[in-house]
């Protein structure tokens, strides 16, 4: 549940940040990067909790990539006055990914994440 609230917070700050540094990603109001955040941060906690344990961090934080990339990329799609170019979302999922490692981390090294399977 950590991990679910910190995403919250996280990514949509992240989204935001994007939007001004990364010339082809554009939201024309900070509701739209909140929107995509929230459903980055519900889509990443699923697959945390589903996928994070201590032998799996890396795979983790790949998939967690991969994952950005689609949802930035087409979510944005579906909202007016908002442009995100692929190469913009997988810039985006990059920064995504970088705040997503120490989280990670943290996740397995506090016992938030579930064990390896026996």
């Not at 995403?7 to 939201?27: E, G, Q």
């Not at 024309?28 to 980055?40: E, F, K, N, R």
């Not at 945390?48 to 949802?71: K, P």
Request: include cysteine; proline fraction near 4%; glycine fraction near 4%.
């Amino acid at each position: 549940m950590t991990g679910l609230l910190i995403k919250i917070f996280v990514c949509p700050t992240i989204l935001i940040i994007a939007s001004f540094i990364l010339p082809n990603v554009h939201y024309s109001s900070a509701y739209q990067a909140a929107i995509v955040g929230l459903v980055l941060a519900l889509v990443g906690h699923m697959m945390e909790v589903m996928l994070l344990r201590e032998d799996t961090l890396v795979l983790s934080a790949v998939l967690d990539f991969f994952a950005s990339t689609l949802i930035v990329y087409f979510v944005s799609a579906w909202l007016p006055n908002t442009t995100v170019t692929f190469p913009g979302a997988i810039l985006t999922a990059v920064l995504l990914t970088i705040a997503e490692i120490p989280l990670h981390r943290y996740l397995v090294r506090s016992g938030q994440a579930r064990k390896s399977a026996i």
